[in-house]
């Protein structure tokens, strides 16, 4: 970046900080990863000069011929990655994209339901404080009380009751697989749309680890970061009869021209889920998280639904007299990055809830196996034991960047942060 280094020192020198962060850190949010190089390459080129409202043959303005293509390419690898009928690769990102969505589905004032914000749901699935709870009557489900996992005919009886629309299935807290199948048994039972979120858990879908929500939503929606590990972005999926509606939901009633760089960051990175390779960081993903979930149990941690079968951990710490809050940021001080999280029925305030939330994506990515994640369970329980021993953190953190150390981060190079 000797351009950059030499314009604006100031830019500079806060990436190259960044940098240094994100290679000597254990990052264990949920809906964090790193891209590869070529999908930096893609999205830091100079697609970001076209302005290109419109699809492809039908632009609003000329000089499109390789935009063209290059989003049909997005578009079709989408559809060939997923098994889906219909992809639209222009929504800026995954929010935009379930709105786009709901716009196209629904008229203000009918009903949505969705998963609880509180019970790991997203804020786009009808909660208060999102306009999705505001423009449209929100109905929600939450998670049972004793397991921590979602009860299917309490779904369905909400659902026979409340008639939603349109039911989604998605979320960012929860650690279990999701039964598209029975939303799907559900949605048509009432004569709903069934769309089904899985920004979380595309990569994890893609890599076969994961059940597909196709054939059985409507529509689905993702980011293309997270799992996926691709840009910040998102698509849209859907049946060939809903591809119209979609389509005038994204452009032009909540978006003008697509950032053409993401598009083509995005068709990189779904060329680089379909490979072999990839696959096998899926279940790597899974394999890290189920370890890292074990040695927490070892040490009496509590864990919601007991366990995982995706990317994510969901921990309480209740019983170890911690907020969430208060370890999250002990644990940042010590080079491990998480985000405190609610719990189903926390007693706590959001701000400062119980819980955190753990997740192995992109320490996967760095190629780090079950035996690190091992030695990570022992470091967050170390941490949080000694909360306020900020020697003892500076030593957890020191010996992170030492293992840090040992395992590239994919688009960083030592010397982006060495000088």
């Excluded at 629309?165 to 697989?177: K, L, M, Q, S």
């Excluded at 840009?231 to 509606?245: E, S």
């Excluded at 999280?341 to 809830?353: G, S």
């Amino acid at each position: 970046m000797k351009e950059l280094k030499q314009t604006d020192p100031e830019v500079f020198r806060l990436i190259q900080e960044e940098a240094r962060y994100q290679l000597e850190s254990v990052r264990l949010i949920p809906s964090e990863n790193y891209c590869s190089k070529a999908v930096l390459e893609a999205n830091g080129s100079i697609l970001t000069n076209k302005y290109s409202e419109g699809y492809p043959g039908r632009r609003y303005y000329e000089g499109q011929r390789y935009i063209d293509e290059i989003e049909t390419l997005a578009s079709q690898r989408a559809c060939a990655l997923f098994s889906a009928e219909h992809a639209n690769v222009q929504p800026y990102s995954g929010s935009p994209a379930n709105l786009a969505a709901y716009v196209a589905l629904l008229k203000p004032g009918d009903t949505i339901m969705g998963l609880a914000l509180p019970h790991g749901g997203h804020l786009t699935h009808g909660w208060d404080v999102s306009v999705t709870g505001t423009l449209w009557r929100p109905v929600r489900y939450m998670v049972d009380h004793e397991s921590g996992r979602i009860d299917y005919n309490q779904v369905r009886d909400l659902a026979k009751r409340e008639r939603p629309r349109v039911i989604v299935a998605g979320a960012t807290a929860y650690p279990r697989e999701l039964d598209f199948k029975a939303f799907g048994e559900i949605a048509r039972e009432i004569d709903a749309y069934f769309l089904a979120d899985i920004a979380h858990i595309a990569g994890l879908v893609v890599g076969g680890v994961h059940p597909s929500p196709f054939p059985h939503a409507d529509v689905v929606t993702t980011t293309t970061h997270k799992t996926l590990r691709g840009p910040r972005g998102a698509m849209i999926m859907c049946r060939k009869t809903l591809a119209d509606r979609l389509d005038r939901a994204v452009f032009p009633g909540l978006q003008g021209g697509p950032h053409n760089h993401t598009t083509a960051a995005i068709a990189v990175a779904l060329k680089e889920a379909a490979t072999p390779a990839f696959k096998d960081y899926a279940r790597q993903v899974v394999a890290n998280a189920q370890a890292l979930a074990e040695a927490l149990l070892e040490r009496s941690y509590t864990l919601v639904s007991g366990g995982t079968d995706n990317h994510l951990v969901l921990v309480d710490l209740t019983n170890k007299q911690v907020t969430g809050k208060q370890a999250a940021k002990a644990l940042d001080r010590a080079g491990i990055v998480c985000n405190y999280n609610t719990v189903p029925y926390d007693p706590r305030k959001p701000f400062n809830p119980s819980g955190i939330r753990l997740g192995s994506p992109a320490v996967t990515s760095r190629g780090m196996g079950t035996a690190e994640m091992k030695r990570i369970g022992a470091w967050i329980d170390d941490v949080i034991s000694h909360a306020d021993d900020e020697a003892r953190l500076a030593k957890v953190a020191a010996e992170v960047r030492e293992l840090c150390r040992g395992f590239p981060a994919p688009g960083i190079l030592l010397e982006d942060v060495d000088g």
